[in-house]
């Protein structure tokens, strides 16, 4: 998978190097490449962003330098978008749809996704416009709370999706039994000492009989989930 991001902080993604997704970008899985929005201004000062017409608070980020961004990054031939070919463009929004482990699972299988990066109020709507012109764009939040800018945000759906890509992890079982994939929260896990600290592993844990490992496993998904969150289970 090809990745872009577009940020003026290029420097939040150096913690990209490491770890799995490090490993899967020196093994060629993943290919990542971080553009500067200031190098696609002109002006002495660099500048990105400007008032809102209409007044109002903060700034908004100007449409110029988005636009030599993205045509940069985007393939110069238009893909028939409405077909879900060609880049993705993802900006990350507190006014998207919110990003789901289904929709990491759907965005892991895309081959050229492209991260957008918006800071102080917004950006210029003609940005989004204009991308959707030349891409399938789609604007996604992590949730309903508000960051400074896209950047954390965008390093979470990075996370996510790159993990799902085939190969970047070493034991694909281990995504199988994790928190969200089938709907539920994932049970608690226990290791050796079987006792610490007056604390006891669950002695079904410990017994060797697969068939009430995996009934207990699933009564605690459940009854986890009915605890914390119950909004994800179906209505009764
Ligand atoms: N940018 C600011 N807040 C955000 C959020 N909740 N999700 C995604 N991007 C954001």
């Known amino acids: 998978m090809r990745i872009d991001i577009v940020t003026i902080f290029p420097t939040f993604f150096d913690a990209l190097d490491i770890s799995l997704l490090g490993r899967a970008r020196e093994d060629g899985i993943l290919e990542v490449e971080v553009h500067d929005l200031r190098t696609f201004t002109h002006d ?43 880049p993705i463009v993802i900006f990350p929004s507190p006014a998207g749809e919110v990003f789901t482990q289904a929709m990491a699972r759907e965005l892991s299988g895309a081959s050229h996704l492209v991260f957008g990066c918006g800071r102080y109020e917004g950006i210029d709507q003609r940005v989004f416009d204009y991308a959707g012109s030349r891409a399938s764009v789609r604007l996604v939040s992590l949730g309903d709370y508000v960051l400074n800018g896209g950047e954390v945000a965008v390093m ?12 970047v992890i070493g034991n694909p079982e281990s995504l199988v039994e994790e928190s969200h994939e089938d709907g539920l929260l994932e049970y608690p896990s226990y290791t050796k000492p079987s006792s610490w600290r007056g604390l ?5 844990l410990i017994g060797g009989n697969h068939g009430a490992i995996a009934a207990w496993r699933r009564d605690a998904q459940l009854e986890r989930t009915r605890r914390v969150r119950p909004d994800l289970l179906p209505p009764e």
Not at 62 to 73: F, M, N, S, V, Y
Not at 157 to 166: D, F, N, S, V
């Open 156 to 167: 979470a759906m990075i996370e996510a999706i790159g993990r799902l890509i085939p190969g």
């Open 44 to 86: 002495r000062h660099r500048t990105v962003d400007d008032k809102p017409y209409g007044g109002g608070a903060g700034m908004v980020m100007k449409p110029e330098p988005w636009g030599e961004a993205l045509d940069t990054i985007l393939p110069a031939e238009i893909p028939d978008v409405a077909s879900g070919a060609g």
């Open 200 to 204: 006891d592993v669950p002695p079904v």
